[in-house]
């Protein structure tokens, strides 16, 4: 590190934004915002102050995601012993994304009044945070001004690398959050346009924010900590990179009429200008990851791609500030108000079985998704498979099938009704639940990820080792809780539904998206507990898990009766407000969600007791074949010290009956007082064979009686089968096998 290369760095940061400001009035200029409005006259605090303030915002935002991401994903840790402590280097990089954060909220939260001066006019005295709140985009910028402010607080406070990573989460959710905001929240195409412009944010951020926090803490690194970090940034540049282009092509696709508008509009050049920056970006990043070692090819390509890209981002401004050709925010009057609530309009078949499956209402992001998901598993079972490892091929058509399912739920018939009809919204609901998170839980991503991906020996924590520890977390104990999952699986069914959520789900994107992410992630909890093949964190007795099982399914079964008898309807604003069916219809439709409720339900709950019986089954094999080969191992140790045990409780013997200390041989078949033959069980993990000389084998993987030998003895007295606590293994206890 030099005195040189740390000024330079320094000064990098308000050159990069001076370059974007002017970038961002350049494009303004292109696509005539800049240009004062002849209905509302803006003020000039508005029409200049809000890019540089925007500007400070962006600054703000990839300093707080690239700094927590790099340190907590990327730079090597100090020791293995020492995995969550914040070594200095590692500490200065969460100081610089608390620096961050902090001006991230400052600047969200200074947007709220120019947002209502822009709405109210120049000179107009009236209070402008009471207008701007009034607004969605006023609370979305609050959300994401307490959301950065969270983050800035986390990493400012942070001795840990786990208190980074809860800064990281909440600098992740308010980059999500920001998809809501400008053209987004109010397009024609609104799920496709909030999703990709979200996916947007989240992709240059990670891609744009590591690079920058990269460039500034690389003179503090050495040669060998500045390779390690690169290499372990290239994979997320080349996923960020492809996800940007994907949200890129979408968005402009929605906002331009045609290919033409790339030329004649001041919007579409402005669009062009920022595709070309982005391939330029591609390739100088391709360029920099051929060659990974080379410090002083790294600072120069760094610097390219902070110029084009400090470029790109004022060009992303003004586009957030410019009219798109294709207008989007479409009216609610007449004929239009479905088309405006909802964003599309209902299919043209008829509701029904068959169109199910023959209508479509693409989501063009929850299909990216699915295809990224069902590579990335892929990729790990050839990387196993290419090591000549072994990887069952149901778990993969098991996690494929669920991947295939979540397409369909999100982009089905089922979707493409699910606003308009409430049966079909039931229809959405139940494979969410009871479809794909089984579907996931059987391919045991989490062993897949634990098995393909290399652990790191650096005392830092990737993908692999930060789910390992979520895993085996005390949080994660709580809940797995076989009674505490089924309790969050159906109680939530009944705040859902008998409170406002299901209604401003139905009126919100957002609440849309949380309500998709909740009924996913509660499936997945109850279906990891019940069927789950990836390790937990304790052993789960398999009758608490029938029990839970039984009395979960059966008060979601009785729950959709409940709606059946209902005579009040579920969200009746949205539904009126649509107005697509009188009132008796939608009682019709309401009943028939119910039924469906009640009668979907029935299908998962046989599958899972038979998949519960099926594993309960091979644990007792498997625990059976580990005894087996204990004794094996140690010559029946554990056979002989229960025998010992059973001689301790008959007390001192007679010398004639045998030596001192041992207790009487007794057959494992033995005879009550009639002479009648009873059999008796020696004890768990040991099976016993009755033969004629009274001798008992351990059989318990179809040993023979000839390779392992091992006389019982036994107590009348003594319990049978009772094993004292000193004695039992792991087995005994049913504890799922960990990896």
Known sequence: ??????????????????????????????????????????????????????????LGLLLAIGAGGTAVLLQPGPSRREVTRLDPAR??????????????????????????????????????????????????????????????????????????????????????????????????????AVNAMALHFVAVSVWAGGLLVIALIAPRLDDDQLATTVRRFSPWALAAVTALALSGILSAVIRLSGWGDLLTTGYGRVVLVKAVGLVVLAGVGASQRRRLGERLRFRHLAATEGIVMAAVIGASIALGRSAPPVPQEVPAVGDLKTLSLV???????????????????????????????AAIYLTGVFRLIGRGDTWQWHRTLAFLAGCLAFAWVLSGGAAAWGRFRFDAHMIQHMAMMMIVPPLWVLGAPV???????????????????????????????????????????????????????????????????????HFLASGYLFAWVLIGIDPTTRPINPILKLITLLVTLAFHAFFGVAMVSMT????????????????????????????????????????????????WMRSEDRRARQFDRKAERDGGAELEAYNAYLASLQGPTDPAEGPSGSAPS??????????????????????????????????????????????????????????????????????????
């Open 91 to 192: 500490r200065r990089t969460v100081r610089l994304g608390g620096a961050g954060a902090l001006l991230w909220a400052v600047a969200a939260l200074t947007q709220i009044p120019l947002s209502g001066l822009e709405a109210a006019g120049s000179g107009s005295g009236m209070g402008l945070w009471g207008i701007a709140l009034g607004t969605d985009l006023g609370k979305l910028q609050l959300s994401v001004g307490i959301a950065a402010g969270l983050a800035a607080l986390f990493y400012l406070v942070a001795r840990s690398t786990t208190l980074a990573c809860w800064g990281l989460a909440f600098a992740g959710l308010g980059v999500g959050a920001l998809g809501l905001a400008g053209h987004a929240g109010a397009s024609l195409d609104h799920t496709n």
């Open 666 to 739: 007794v057959d494992a078949a033995t005879t009550d007082a009639t002479g009648a033959r009873l059999d008796v069980d020696a004890g768990p993990g040991i099976e016993t064979a009755a033969t004629g000389s009274g001798t008992g084998t351990a059989t318990g993987s179809g040993a023979d009686a000839a390779d392992t030998p091992a006389s019982v003895e036994a107590d009348a007295d003594a319990p049978l089968g009772s094993v004292p606590p000193a004695e039992r293994s792991d087995a005994d206890e049913g504890r799922r096998p960990s990896l």
């Open 568 to 615: 009040w309807l579920i969200a009746p604003d949205w539904y009126h407000q649509l107005g697509m069916y009188t009132e008796e219809q939608l009682q019709v439709i309401q009943t028939r969600g119910g039924t469906i409720m009640w009668a979907i339900s029935e299908v998962p709950t046989v599958g899972y007791a038979i998949i519960v019986a099926v594993l």
């Open 343 to 373: 964003g599309y309009l209902p299919p043209a078949k008829e509701f029904g079985p068959g169109t199910m499956f023959t209508v479509i209402q693409p989501d063009w992001i929850a299909l990216l998704l699915a295809v990224a998901m």
């Open 447 to 517: 062993t897949l990820l634990s098995r393909a991906v290399a652990p790191r020996t650096d005392g830092s924590r990737g993908i692999r080792e930060w789910v390992l520890a979520a895993l085996h977390s005390r949080y994660s104990e709580f809940v797995s809780s076989p009674p505490l999952a089924g309790l969050i699986f159906a109680g939530s069914l009944v705040v859902f539904y008998f409170s406002p959520l299901f209604e401003a789900a139905m009126y919100s994107h957002l609440g849309h998206v949380l309500m998709t992410v």
């Open 1 to 58: 590190m030099t005195s040189r290369a740390v000024r330079a760095s320094a000064l990098a940061v308000p050159l990069l934004l001076i370059l974007t400001i002017v970038s961002a009035l350049i494009g303004l200029f292109a696509t005539g915002a800049a240009a004062p409005s002849t209905l509302l006259p803006a003020s000039p605090l508005v029409t200049w102050g809000l890019p540089v303030v925007r500007a400070l915002h962006h």
